[in-house]
């Protein structure tokens, strides 16, 4: 069974850092691109970063310069770091997977989501 | 960048009736758009894909149509579980979300 759990969130002050986790069961990240998606509070999704398997990756440009997308074969594991953490980065942050496209198009598998707040 | 633009933002009904939600882009994607459900607190869920298929265990009721710059999901009779907010999103360049509607009691 797939699944995806999201980690590492919590309450940061303005300017600092913080790095997600996106666990992975039930597939392997290896041969998988993913993606991190967020929502801010009562407000809408919005792409964050992608990590495609031949280790492309691309960045929102709201999030360009201060996030880096990242993986780790062995311990099946998506990564995200935020740095320079702003109050509009507040948000709920999904990791989600396209299982079956064999691309990155739509999100068949989603984790339960990780809570970022920025805030002084 | 593709914008998509939803409506109505609200949406108030009763169990039992037809509802339907479009979705619109700013330029055309084909028929390269999704629709999810989303509860509040929960992830959202993938119903529909490709604007017309319908993912495996989503039921009949839903449907999708329309390609280009114009789309619609359509619930034929809406159920209570069906409460939700429901989000389009274009995967022709990049991925762009609407800004979803919200499915009420009526």
């Known amino acids: 069974e797939v699944q995806l759990v999201e980690s590492g969130g919590g309450l940061v002050q303005p300017g600092g850092s913080l790095r997600l986790s996106c666990a992975a069961s039930?597939?392997?990240?290896?041969?998988?691109?993913m993606i991190w998606v967020r929502q801010a509070p009562g407000m809408g999704l919005e792409w964050v970063s992608v990590f495609y398997n031949e280790g492309d990756t691309y960045y929102a440009d709201s999030v360009k310069g201060r996030f880096t997308i990242s993986r780790d074969n062995s311990k099946n594991t998506l990564y995200l770091q935020m740095n320079s953490l702003r109050a509009e980065d507040t948000a709920m942050y999904y990791c989600?997977?396209?299982?079956?496209?064999?691309?990155?198009?739509?999100?068949?598998?989603w984790g339960q989501g990780t809570l970022v707040t920025v805030s002084s | 960048d593709i914008q998509m633009t939803q409506s109505p933002s609200t949406l108030s009904a009763s169990v039992g009736d037809r509802v339907t939600i479009t979705c619109r882009a700013s330029q055309s994607i084909s028929s390269w758009l999704a629709w999810y459900q989303q509860k509040p607190g929960k992830a959202p869920k993938l119903l529909i894909y490709k604007a017309s298929t319908l993912e495996t265990g989503v039921p009949s009721r839903f449907s999708g149509s329309g390609s280009g710059t114009e789309f619609t999901l359509t619930i034929s009779s809406l159920q209570p579980d069906d409460f939700a907010t429901y989000y389009c999103?274009?995967?022709?360049?990049?991925?762009?979300f609407g800004q979803g509607t919200k499915v009420e009691i009526k």
């Open positions: 999103q274009q995967y022709d360049s990049y991925w762009t």
């Open positions: 989600a997977i396209d299982r079956y496209s064999g691309s990155l198009n739509y999100f068949d598998y």
């Open positions: 039930g597939f392997a990240v290896s041969g998988t691109y």
